[in-house]
T-cell receptor, first 116, second 116 residues
């Protein structure tokens, strides 16, 4: 039972354009969502997060949108740069505590390629 | 502030052996979570420790165990290694306190374990 899904295994974008990565979840108890960027053989790097009390959060070129009714979140990268090429994971957690302590549930990842 | 460190970075073991991996969290962080990443299963939660206590555990066999020391450093042990244990093992640290904006997990570079 995959509770967090990234249905697009890959995405190819031209430099300077917008990259939109999507993520769907099924567990309505999730209330904190994160995006990570990962290079092969390295640990994930935290990019941006959003709690369920918000529907948008921005940090520089990165914006995350949350649609709770649709159980859908997306990461927008504007403008995209070749250095953004990596695997992007969305992750979710339940707050507060309880059986969810320290447990992030990850999607399968989307490979983003930004062409010069 | 130094990031999460993991040692060793690479390990080669044979079936039946046991292995211990180490993780030092970001200074001030008291929670350490462990994850296994494989091509087939993606990133999966193993367990979480906070103040030397295991607060949460994923769906892995008892061969996978861990502990946390008073300085928040954590170790993970896998006994009786199987070929399927070959994976990238990641640890992540966070403050450990419940609250949507305070418990972002930051990952180390991982330990690549190969079981022959």
């Amino acid at each position: 039972d995959q509770q967090v899904k990234q249905n697009s295994p890959s995405l190819s974008v031209q430099e300077g354009r917008i990259s939109i990565l999507n993520c769907d979840y099924t567990n309505s108890m999730f209330d904190y969502f994160l995006w990570y960027k990962k290079y092969p053989a390295e640990g994930p790097t935290f990019l941006i997060s959003i709690s369920s009390i918000k529907d948008k959060n921005e940090d520089g070129r990165f914006t995350v949108f949350l649609n709770k009714s649709a159980k859908h979140l997306s990461l927008h990268i504007v403008p995209s740069q070749p250095g953004d090429s990596a695997v992007y994971f969305c992750a979710a957690n339940v707050y507060p505590g309880g059986t969810s302590y320290g447990k992030l549930t990850f999607g399968q990842g989307t490979i983003l390629t930004v062409h010069p | 502030k130094a990031g999460v460190t993991q040692t060793p970075r690479y390990l080669i073991k044979t079936r039946g052996q046991q292995v211990t991996l180490s993780c030092s969290p970001i200074s001030g962080h008291r929670s350490v979570s462990w994850y296994q990443q494989t091509p087939g299963q993606g990133l999966q939660f193993l367990f979480e420790y906070f103040s030397e206590t295991q607060r949460n555990k994923g769906n892995f066999p008892g061969r996978f165990s861990g502990r946390q020391f008073s300085n928040s450093r954590s170790e993970m042990n896998v006994s009786t290694l199987e070929l399927g244990d070959s994976a990238l093992y990641l640890c992540a640290s966070s403050s450990g306190w419940s609250g949507a904006d305070t418990d972002t997990q930051y990952f180390g570079p991982g330990t690549r374990l190969t079981v022959l």
